[in-house]
């Protein structure tokens, strides 16, 4: 039988109840329900935890990995409103929330874009629940820009980011998963991804609506994501005291951190000839750096 089929991962919930709005985190359990869990994997913006599955499921013979939808992404069912967000405090306090309900002891954390940054903001504030982080292109901006971004009227301004507006005018529903698997192959930000990763990524993408199929993640809220800024991951990363690994893509990466021989505990590398969405093209890069993090 095929190693993936063997190791399918199973669906929980969560229950989260933060002041930004209580409900159910949805989390994707890879690997021996018997032991601790391992890793916590966080996805990136506008995709899901299923998105990852060829990434994890080889690592659950030896692992056990939680993957969480973060709020208003794949089966999560917490508040997601676009007006007014501000900032990733929000999923900072829920991947807090998913930390104290897995016990145990402390794991490694890693997280793909927003999921690296939101990731790194929950470790600051616990560092005792997280042993080391891997975070894998995260958006971290040159300081200039996070200090503007934390300015009390900015958020205007961040409406206007040319992202925030492109994906304000994203396709959401669809007649068929066949038909969505049509229009995104090979397009976009879609562009080199395997056809069973971007099945995977619609099987959590869409869900069935009296509109038809439409997107679990809605354009909305995707863009409010991309402009809410008012947080900084520099002052997280000068807090936690923990190992922590960053791969940046060569081309279009969002994570300005650079190599510093002042912190012996942080690796910044490059993956060559990958961009902001390497995960998806350099799977065998992404999976080694996992499993070197939570071994």
Not at 65 to 94: F, M, N, Q, V
Request: net charge positive; aromatic share 6%.
């Amino acid at each position: 039988m095929d190693a993936l089929a063997l190791s399918a991962p199973r669906r929980i919930s969560v229950p989260i109840d933060n002041r930004w709005g209580g409900g159910e985190m949805a989390v994707l359990d890879f690997g021996d329900r018997e032991r601790p869990v391992d890793l916590v994997f966080v996805h990136a913006n506008g995709f899901n935890a299923r998105t990852y599955r060829t990434l994890l499921q080889p690592l659950s013979s030896a692992l056990r990995i939680w993957a969480p939808d973060l709020r208003g992404h794949g089966a999560t069912r917490l508040p997601a409103e676009p007006e007014g967000h501000r900032s990733w405090k929000d999923h900072r306090d829920d991947l807090i929330g998913l930390l104290e309900a897995i016990g145990g002891p402390p794991v490694a954390l890693a997280g793909h874009s927003i999921g690296g940054t939101s990731g790194l903001l929950a470790a600051a504030e616990q560092p005792e629940r997280v042993s080391r982080l891997l975070l894998l292109d995260p958006v971290i901006w040159p300081r200039p820009m996070v200090m503007a971004m934390n300015l009390p009227l900015i958020g205007r301004a961040s409406r206007r980011f040319p992202i925030v507006t492109r994906t304000l005018k994203r396709r959401a529903v669809f007649d068929s998963r066949e038909h969505a698997l049509a229009a995104y192959r090979g397009r976009g930000a879609f562009k080199g991804w395997p056809d069973l990763m971007l099945a995977d990524y619609l099987a959590d993408g869409l869900a069935e609506t009296d509109r038809g199929l439409e997107l679990t993640c809605s354009p909305a809220w995707e863009a409010s994501n991309y402009g809410a800024q008012a947080h900084d991951p520099w002052r997280a990363l000068a807090r936690y005291p923990g190992a922590v690994r960053i791969l940046k893509g060569e081309t279009g990466s969002l994570c300005a951190v650079r190599p510093s021989a002042r912190r012996a505990n942080m690796q910044v590398e490059t993956v060559a000839g990958g961009g902001h969405l390497f995960p998806m093209t350099h799977a065998e890069i992404t999976r080694d750096a996992l499993f070197d993090l939570a071994v």
